[in-house]
């Protein structure tokens, strides 16, 4: 079993666990209480193989560990990024979630509300959902570490044409004055894409998550020799 | 062009009757079937019936002269929206050479650095000749009365920085061009972002225009559409628009279209957004665009690239202090301080790609340029360095007699005052180039400026195809013409942009906002 598989049986599981067993982490019962035991009807059988005995009952809950990243604060191993994890194959949010068109979208459980998503912005979270669970791009790369929608968008959703602020990179990825000096070039330290002439631009200018990745600084300086993940 | 006084009463009474009439927006909101310029689609297409927002003055492209428009809008109390395409702001602007022609400042450095004489008419002659008089007078005299204002006031203002040396440029008749510390453009568009943004100016990146809209052809401009990721959105201008979006340089299509020499296989050192689309939606709602013929070629280009880096700054800063041009065979080719066009054409005349611009060390910093930027030239393999004319010749594959002897008898000229083989107005500021260390720098034209664009008057308003300026609807820098005539003399364009920038964001913070 390698370990991607051994991930997603991991979060296969839990599913069960909160669904079918800790209401209480919610605080209400869910509406839909099946969801999860209508496909997986024993969880145990795939946890991964080091994930901690869950022998003892009643099974503690999944959320006693790994905490829910519905927050503003991106997080790692949240509960959310090994559930959608678990469920890259099925590109389908509404087996899970709850959404009614400019007016919510939810967990079937009350507060949790994601946003007010319309039917064209579902269209392109279903897309941008598609590139984070596989793709040569960097959602893609997010998403093998665990990094799910709200490590980089915030509690809500992202609506069609949102775009991720540079503070929220550089969370994670900041510094700035880290990434100059990771980027400084051998050869000639003014040719720092991350000390430019343009000033300070947005991450996104050349970093782009779902689609296609492009350093910008070749559409005029086309005989440097730059690369960066996720482009071509 | 001018007859601003009978046009001006004109406006007053279209403005009178849509007052009476409700307002622009209630008119667009009103008309059904209204003719709109804008589209492709035989000419005719609805307003929007609803605006998605309305702004006071909204300024398309976000340069030198988007940003001295939002500056001046700002300050006299509008709400100011900067639309940009590109996902960075500060266009051509911000990668430009960062030179500035005046024939004064406050800081006084022709005096101080000793170097001649200069005035305001001095600077408008040399500017109507460099453009063959194809330029109109009163916008050149405006250009040229304006731009040591405009310095001081970015000086003053917006906190902008220039280097202790004066240079005079090719066309020029008197040492005049400023160089901005950063050696850049970004020098004067970051601290002249920073002002607008600190009088509310909200610079929108990523937002491209795709329309103008206007109802009829007696009507304002009434607003825009713009496409934001994949989003189009309807913005209404209440008091005006402008349009600051630069020239078409990095348009081969367009280029051709009215200039068929300016070929495919030109470099160009502008960036990827400047093509030209907002002259054709000018167009479409009737605007006059005039010479976009006139496509200028920078003659000292990087060769392989076409890009505008600092070397090639070095070359168009240096010829006022001695600095000569050779071609391959180690000939001079042209009088250095001639003009662009004539730069360029008499290198591709040659047929013999590159040219090289020969210097020394004594010239660097009198021409504004530093040793810290000769270091990573040499670096980058861009300037060459050698203590005699004999190694610079080896290490540039340049021939070694020709080039002495290019050098002997160019620095004898010095001496004697007088050039008789190209006529360079020889001037007490040269240096010859006797002792080293001395440079070389690879030159090759390549596509830089549009001369031609919209025409406009005085108060930077946008003429139409009768003669009338367009309600609402100002422009200023690139996207303007017939203020460079057939040539831009180098380092008139920063003056061009802030000047006219200036007048467009005055003028248009002062029209009655729209009921």
Same mark, same amino acid.
């Given at each position: ?10 979060? $296969? ?51 006693? +560990? ?19 994890? #678990? ?36 269209? =392109?979270?279903?897309? *941008?959902?598609?590139? =984070? ?38 969370? +994670?990825?900041?510094?700035? @004055? ?20 343009? /000033? ?10 779902? =689609?296609?990745?492009?350093?910008? +600084?070749? /559409? +005029? ?8 993940? /996720?482009?071509? | ?22 307002? *622009? ?20 297409? @609805?307003?929007?019936?609803? =605006? ?7 300024? %398309? ?33 911000? !990668? ?23 005035? $305001? ?63 850049? /453009? ?39 559409? $713009? ?7 309807? %913005? ?40 030209? @689309? &907002? !002259? ?26 076409? %890009? ?13 202090? #001695? ?107 040269? !240096? ?18 549009? &001369? ?50 200036? %007048? ?12």
């Amino acid at each position: 079993m390698n370990l991607k598989a051994i991930f997603l049986s991991a979060i $296969v599981g839990t599913v069960v666990l909160l669904v079918g067993v800790s209401h209480n982490v919610w605080g209400e019962k869910p509406e839909k209480e099946s969801i999860c035991s209508a496909c997986h009807v024993e969880y145990r059988s795939l946890l991964p193989a080091l994930h901690p005995s869950l022998q003892k009952e009643p099974v503690p809950s999944c959320l006693d +560990c790994h905490e829910p990243a519905v927050s503003e604060e991106p997080l790692t191993n949240a509960f959310s990024a090994l559930i959608h994890l #678990g469920h890259k194959d099925s590109a389908d949010c509404l087996e899970c979630h709850t959404w009614k068109e400019e007016s919510s979208f939810d967990l079937p459980h009350p507060g949790a509300a994601l946003g007010k998503p319309s039917d064209e912005d579902m269209h =392109w979270i279903e897309k *941008a959902f598609d590139a =984070w669970a596989d793709s040569p791009y960097l959602a893609s790369l997010h998403a093998s570490h665990a990094v799910t929608c709200s490590g980089c968008h915030g509690k809500n959703l992202p609506l069609m044409d949102d775009t991720v602020e540079n503070e929220r990179c550089l969370a +994670c990825h900041g510094p700035m @004055e880290k990434l100059v000096e990771r980027s400084a070039p051998q050869d000639f330290p003014d040719r720092n894409p991350h000390q430019s002439h343009l /000033g300070e631009i947005a991450c996104t200018v050349c970093h782009r998550s779902h =689609w296609e990745s492009e350093v910008y +600084c070749l /559409g +005029c300086h086309q005989n440097f020799d730059m690369k960066i993940p /996720g482009a071509k | 062009m001018g007859n601003q006084d009978g046009d001006g009463k004109k406006s007053f009474t279209r403005r009178d009757f849509l007052k009476a009439t409700g307002g *622009a927006m209630a008119v667009a909101g009103i008309t059904t079937g209204g003719l709109a310029f804008a589209s492709g689609k035989a000419g005719t297409a @609805e307003l929007p019936k609803k =605006w998605d927002e309305t702004v006071d003055v909204l300024i %398309i492209g976000s340069g030198f002269a988007g940003l001295s428009a939002a500056c001046e809008a700002s300050k006299a109390g509008a709400k100011v929206v900067v639309l940009e395409k590109m996902p960075t702001y500060g266009g051509n602007s911000i !990668i430009n050479g960062g030179v500035y022609a005046a024939s004064d400042s406050k800081l006084k450095l022709r005096k101080k650095l000793n170097l001649g004489e200069d005035s $305001v008419d001095l600077h408008t002659e040399d500017t109507l000749k460099g453009g063959d008089r194809y330029n109109f007078p009163e916008l050149v005299e405006i250009l040229a009365k304006g731009s040591p204002e405009a310095l001081n006031w970015m000086i003053e203002e917006a906190g902008v920085e220039l280097r202790d040396a004066l240079t005079r440029a090719g066309g020029h008749s008197a040492y005049r061009t400023h160089t901005v510390t950063a050696g850049i /453009g970004y020098g004067f568009t970051d601290p002249l972002r920073k002002l607008a943004e600190s009088r509310g100016v909200e610079i929108r990146l990523g937002s491209e225009v795709t329309r103008i809209w206007r109802k009829d052809p007696e009507s304002p401009v009434s607003g825009v559409t $713009v496409k934001r990721g994949r989003r189009e959105s309807d %913005i209404a201008v209440s008091r005006a628009l402008v349009l600051a979006s630069g020239g078409f340089s990095r348009d081969v299509k367009m280029r051709q279209m009215f200039n068929p020499s300016i070929v495919p296989e030109f470099n160009t050192t502008n960036q990827p957004g400047a093509t030209g @689309e &907002m !002259i054709r939606f000018a167009q479409a709602i009737g605007a006059d665009t005039l010479q976009l013929n006139f496509i200028q070629l920078y003659p000292f280009a990087e060769p392989e690239t076409g %890009i505008l880096d600092t070397p090639a700054v070095y070359p168009f800063n240096g010829v006022g202090y #001695g600095m000569i041009y050779v071609s391959k065979e180690g000939k001079r080719f042209v009088n250095e301080l001639e003009r662009r066009d004539v730069c360029s054409f008499a290198q591709i005349k040659l047929g013999l790609k590159p040219t090289y611009s020969i210097f020394n060390e004594a010239m660097v910093l009198k021409m504004g340029g530093s040793a810290k930027e000769v270091e990573d030239g040499m670096a980058k393999g861009r300037f060459v360095r050698a203590d005699s004319i004999s190694e610079l010749a080896a290490k540039t594959g340049l021939p070694a007699g020709p080039l002495q002897e290019t050098v002997d008898k160019y620095n004898q000229y010095l001496k004697d005052k007088n050039d008789p083989d190209f006529k360079k107005p020889i001037t007490d500021s040269m !240096i010859p180039l006797q002792e080293g260390p001395f440079y070389a720098v690879a030159q090759w034209p390549a596509v830089h400026h549009c &001369m031609g664009g919209l025409r406009i008057n005085k108060d930077t308003q946008v003429i139409d195809i009768w003669g009338k300026p367009i309600p609402r609807f100002y422009a200023a820098g690139e996207v303007t013409g017939g203020i460079h005539g057939s040539n831009r003399l180098g380092s008139n364009a920063i003056p061009d942009c802030i000047v006219f920038g200036r %007048i467009a964001g005055t003028n248009a913070a002062k029209e009655k906002p729209a009921a």
